[in-house]
């Protein structure tokens, strides 16, 4: 911590704020090639094949700037909402936040450790342990019943060993939180047996599971119809209450957006104010939030 | 832990991946079954073999092998004899067979086998192979009276006189019917004889003058008073069978042309520096049928002392068959033994060595099989390749999920890894199973493939085998479903990679 702290100072123009963000975006720039290869490492054929395009005119892709120095700082608590148009860049911005994609510049901070350079071992640890991901397509595992699926981080994180001792906790625990998301009737299901929302349901108990300190919601109410979708924000919401869940929210929907603590509005590739809220969460320096 | 899960849950729920792992299975079963068979061949020709052939040979002296047997045997005893179960002493040489049939005289040649017949059953199978023997007494080549009896039928039926062909006369002379008998043997045509055997009594080219087989020289020579032996004291030989059988292509049921007690005539090797033809005829006594056709196409036992007397080379012998009472021990036998006879004058050599030629043939014709099936198997490798491809593609999405829960790109790697391990493994496992069961049934499946195709697959005909031989080796069956899990797996390892790489975002974008 201390060391964090003496980073933070180090940070030029840092806030002097009495609670320490939890997580804290400084300058992030993020621009995507359309049409590139989808593999990390690209074979020295594709490379081969690279070299051949740009000759031709770069055929390899444009580059699509989508970040162009992003700011922001998220208190512990805090249920952060994130708006803007489709395409705006809010699910990069997301991913990047959760380590799921780095950014071309900018740093990010968690918890005192910055966080987007990380070797890749303890990124995949701390996207384990730390953070939650809700999407809006409910990615559960289709080979894998709800209950299974709930319990996959706890599978990932331990070995076989682990898993026969503590399997009964962990359905335990699996079981409790289906029951606190509405789905305990649906425990050995397979996701495809499931109605949109009991999908999303079953999503946020797995994000749940491992007890993470930031749950990053990338639209999850957007394949919902409204009344669904509201439930569970109320439920999102319901859990940033009662048990000081930070969250970060992307949503295109300004009604859903209204019932967030704070929101911004990612607006040509920078964070801005959303205008018509009633409360100005602010990630430049000068208008620290408090 | 997920891993295993997931490779778990892949597995009951991919139909298409175990679709293709039926190739390996399929390849797994092909080369277990022809492994079982090829072992089986080779096991069951070997035996063969050694049976015939006993287990170390000391072989000396040419056609005309080496005095002193005894003496011989002796300085065995003395050097090994603690290793030694059994050896006798044989007379090998080639000859020809003439044999009557409907009035054609057919003339084969053969390999003559002078044996003991209690030396060579301790030394080997010989009783087994021997179509009339039955009991556990060992063979004998001594002519029992119902037999002599339809011999003197024989010979009455074809006017001969025993003299004809056992005189002096006619010992010099070759087959020289025209001379008298002509008119006695009654149904040949006598100008088509004539001929022919005008033709056979061409001036030999390396006939180098008449002093060369005086009369008096061939009077003088030792066994000339055996040559003259009466027709009752003929002697026994047991023939090869496949020379005086054969099989009638409908019924499929063999048919001895020349019964026993039929006579039969032997041309054989003289002994000495300059070797005569020697001239006797013999009684078939029984038929040698040992399932190898090479064998039983040529090879004509007789008791070894009437072929000493009749080639005239006293108690000499061509080689020593030895039976070992471990056979662990032959390479120390031989070795032994090739300190006290001198190599350029003996050969001693195991059975295996003998037969090197044709056992490492089976040998490479069983590796090249397996080579051959371990590519279709490789082939099958490549559909696994093409069938994981497509499920990465497939699962791109989930790898994405996974990442995001914080799988390593390793973990990843491991599921794809697992899944084709375990793939290959179900493959493998199954195709055991398939080709033992296969193997253990073979005989009722070729019976009943050879009604539905209407064509013999396995031609009993070739080996004389009544069921087809299987061994099964369980560390070859063990090392197929091996090699074929081990190509699942390396089929595996590439889309696996490629599923590690895939980038989390846009594996999560992924429709």
Redesign the interface.
């Known amino acids: 911590m201390s060391e964090a702290a003496l980073r933070w100072q180090a940070v030029p123009s840092a806030p002097a704020t009495a609670a320490e963000p939890l997580l804290r975006a400084i300058g992030l720039v993020k621009s995507y090639r359309q049409g590139a290869w ?4 690209r074979s020295l054929l594709r490379r081969g094949l690279d070299l051949l395009g740009r000759l031709r005119d770069g055929a390899d892709g444009i580059e699509v700037p989508v970040l162009l120095g992003v700011d922001l700082e998220v208190q512990p608590g805090e249920f952060l909402c994130i708006v803007g148009q489709s395409g705006s860049g809010k699910s ?1 911005l997301l ?1 990047l936040l ?1 380590t ?2 780095q950014p071309d510049t900018g740093e990010i901070w968690f918890e005192g450790r910055r966080i987007d350079r990380m070797p ?2 303890a990124r ?6 730390a953070f939650g ?1 809700v ?1 809006q397509l409910y ?6 019943t709800v209950l ?1 699926n709930v319990v ?2 706890l ?6 060993l ?2 026969w001792r503590y399997r009964r906790v962990w359905y335990q625990h699996a079981r409790v939180l289906l029951e606190r998301v509405g789905l305990e009737h649906r425990l050995h299901h397979k996701p495809r047996q499931l109605s949109g929302g009991e999908m999303q349901r079953a999503a946020i108990a ?1 994000a749940l599971i491992a007890d993470p300190t930031l749950l990053f919601a990338d639209e999850p109410t957007g394949n919902l119809d409204p009344a669904t979708g509201l439930e569970i924000l109320e439920l999102l919401l319901a859990l940033n209450r009662e048990q000081g869940l930070t969250v970060i929210m992307v949503t295109h929907d300004r009604e859903l957006a209204a019932l967030a603590d704070r929101r911004l509005r990612l607006h040509a590739g920078r964070l801005v104010p959303e205008p018509d809220g009633p409360q100005l969460g602010v990630a430049s320096p000068a208008q620290p939030t408090g | ?2 891993k ?3 490779v778990y ?2 597995l ?2 991919r139909r298409i991946a175990l679709a293709s792992v039926l190739s390996v299975t399929l390849g797994v079963a092909t080369l277990v079954v022809v492994n079982a068979v090829m072992t089986g061949f080779a096991t069951e020709m070997r035996e063969r073999i050694r049976g015939i052939l006993s287990d170390i040979v000391v072989e000396g002296g040419g056609i005309d092998g080496f005095p002193d047997v005894a003496g011989h045997m002796a300085r065995i005893e003395r050097a090994v004899g603690d290793k030694i179960a059994a050896m006798t002493p044989v007379v090998e040489t080639f000859g020809l067979l003439s044999i009557d049939y409907m009035n054609q005289t057919q003339t084969i040649w053969v390999k003559i086998i002078g044996v003991d017949p209690v030396g060579k059953t301790r030394v080997g199978e010989f009783a087994e192979h021997l179509l009339y023997h039955r009991g556990p007494q060992p063979p004998s080549f001594d002519v029992p009276a119902p037999l002599r009896e339809i011999e003197r039928v024989f010979l009455q039926r074809e006017g001969l006189v025993p003299d004809d062909w056992d005189s002096p006369s006619a010992r010099l002379l070759p087959p020289q019917p025209v001379t008298s008998p002509s008119a006695v043997r009654g149904g040949v045509a006598p100008a088509e004889h004539q001929q022919q055997t005008d033709g056979y009594l061409d001036p030999n080219p390396f006939d180098d003058g008449p002093e060369t087989e005086p009369a008096g020289a061939a009077a003088t020579d030792a066994p000339l008073d055996f040559d003259h032996a009466p027709a009752d004291a003929s002697m026994g030989i047991v023939v090869p069978y496949l020379a005086v059988a054969y099989r009638d292509p409908v019924t499929k049921q063999d048919r001895i042309l020349l019964p026993r007690g039929c006579p039969v005539r032997l041309v054989v090797p003289g002994s000495g520096k300059r070797p005569r033809p020697r001239f006797a005829r013999f009684v078939i006594v029984d038929y040698f049928k040992s399932g190898m056709s090479e064998y039983d196409q040529t090879n004509c036992y007789v008791h070894i002392d009437d072929l000493r007397r009749l080639r005239g080379m006293g108690d000499r012998a061509t080689s020593i068959q030895i039976k070992l009472k471990d056979y662990a021990d032959a390479p120390y036998v031989v070795r032994t033994l090739r300190q006290i006879f001198p190599p350029g004058l003996y050969r001693i050599a195991t059975w295996e060595e003998l037969q090197g030629p044709l056992l490492a043939a089976v040998d490479t014709e069983r590796r090249i099989l397996t080579l051959l099936l371990f590519l279709i198997i490789a082939v099958a490798g490549f559909g696994i390749l093409a069938i994981f491809s497509l499920i990465v593609v497939e699962k791109t ?2 790898i ?10 390793a ?1 990843i790697q491991g599921i794809f890894l697992g899944y084709g391990l375990a793939l290959g493994a179900v493959g493998s496992a199954v195709g055991t199973f398939l080709g033992l069961q296969i193997v253990w049934n073979i005989d009722r499946i070729e019976h009943w493939m050879s009604v539905w195709t209407g064509r013999e697959i396995f031609d009993r005909n070739l080996y004389y085998f009544d069921r087809i031989p299987t061994v099964v080796e369980p560390q070859t069956v063990a090392l197929v479903a091996f090699g074929a899990t081990m190509i699942a797996l390396l089929a595996s390892v590439w889309p696996a990679r ?1 599923a590690a ?8 974008r ?1 429709e």
């Not at chain 1, 995949?124 to 342990?129: A, P, Q, T, V």
């Not at chain 2, 994405?400 to 790109?409: H, N, T």
């Open positions: 989808p593999t990390r490492r990069t991913h959760g799921l994609d890749p071992r995949d640890r701390l996207r384990n342990e991901f999407f990615h559960l595992l289709p080979e894998l299974e996959l981080p599978y990932v994180r331990y070995g076989l682990q898993y797995r | 832990m997920y295993l899960l997931l849950k892949y009951l729920s999405r989930d994405g999920i996974l990442k995001a829960l914080g799988a390593s790109d973990g490629r790489r895939l980038r989390t975002v846009e594996a999560l992924h």
